[in-house]
């Protein structure tokens, strides 16, 4: 068998399509999709220049798929990898993650979907041990919801294209500063988002304090068409200005989020939140939300 890894900067629209089945192969078959949204917007639009898709073929076939993110130069490459159901256990996973060795000096880290044992087996081959944890946490929709009150002196409204952009952006960067992958988001790709199928202004709620974007949630909706699973709401982000903060604004939009969820008919709504972030933690399940699923990032040890 004729196995060999290309490295590529941008794919081509034949190479992007295999990927893609590929990826879709993968969460048919584990339940969970293996790369994260901003790795998907990558694939089909472009953007992060100093990324890298990883192609591995065997006798010509596409068998595995790697992402790296080499943009975070304190903490070291983010990678998200994928090896083809109908291709596992036959060494492809060793040899992809080999070649990203060598792509990031050795240094990556590495996020794994779901906590499958199959990607622990792989990280521990490597000498990587868990960095860190990402919860997903889901509540029902038929399950009574506190009624929310704003701060005084707080409005909410929905969001405009082609008018908040800025503002959002602004209060989005001084929210997460401390966040790396929310933190970054640039106009790009904050526009992309607005391309994409599920994208609602009718779900983003704006908080203001006068003129002054205080906080905001905005909200998702996963559609039914793929992979057999119902709609389901989720709490894409909130955020609040640091001058805020302490003031009950965020669980107000979380509660105008869920309600506005609740409204179009959904059973269930999820978010993702760091296992480490126990003070948000508390709150959702004070919400009412409990653990579903993890995401692991492994790295060396």
Partial sequence: MSVHVKVRERLDDAEIAEVLGLVE??????????????????????????ARSLLLEADGTLVGYAHVDP?????????????????????????????????????????????HAGAEELAAKF??????????????????LTAFTLPDGVRLRTFVPGQDEEAWLKVNSAAFAHHPEQGAWTMDDLLRREQEPWFDPEGFFLAFRGDRLA??????????TSHGHEPVGEVYVVGVDPTQQGTGLGKALT???????????????????????????????????????????????
């Avoid at 993968?26 to 472009?46: F, I, K, S």
């Fill in 215 to 224: 906080g905001f949630h905005w909200t998702k909706i996963h559609g039914s």
């Fill in 127 to 144: 000498g990587f041990e868990r960095v860190r944890s990402l919860w997903q946490m889901r509540r029902s929709l038929f399950a009574p």
């Fill in 255 to 301: 509660l105008a989020g869920l309600c506005h969820l609740r409204s179009r008919g959904l059973a269930q709504v999820m978010l993702y939140v760091d296992e480490a972030n126990t003070a948000a933690i508390r709150v959702y399940e004070s919400l009412g939300f409990n653990r579903w699923d993890v995401d692991v990032m492994y790295g060396p040890a």
């Fill in 25 to 50: 192969a993968a969460t048919d078959a584990d339940g969970v999709r293996p790369l994260n949204e901003h790795v998907m917007l990558h694939l089909r639009y472009g953007g992060d220049p100093q």
């Fill in 71 to 115: 943009t975070d130069e304190v903490e070291g490459p983010s990678v998200e990898l994928a090896v083809h159901p109908g291709h596992r256990r036959q060494g492809h996973g060793t040899r992809l993650l080999s070649s990203v060795m060598e792509l990031t000096g050795g240094r990556p880290r590495l996020w794994a979907h779901g906590d």
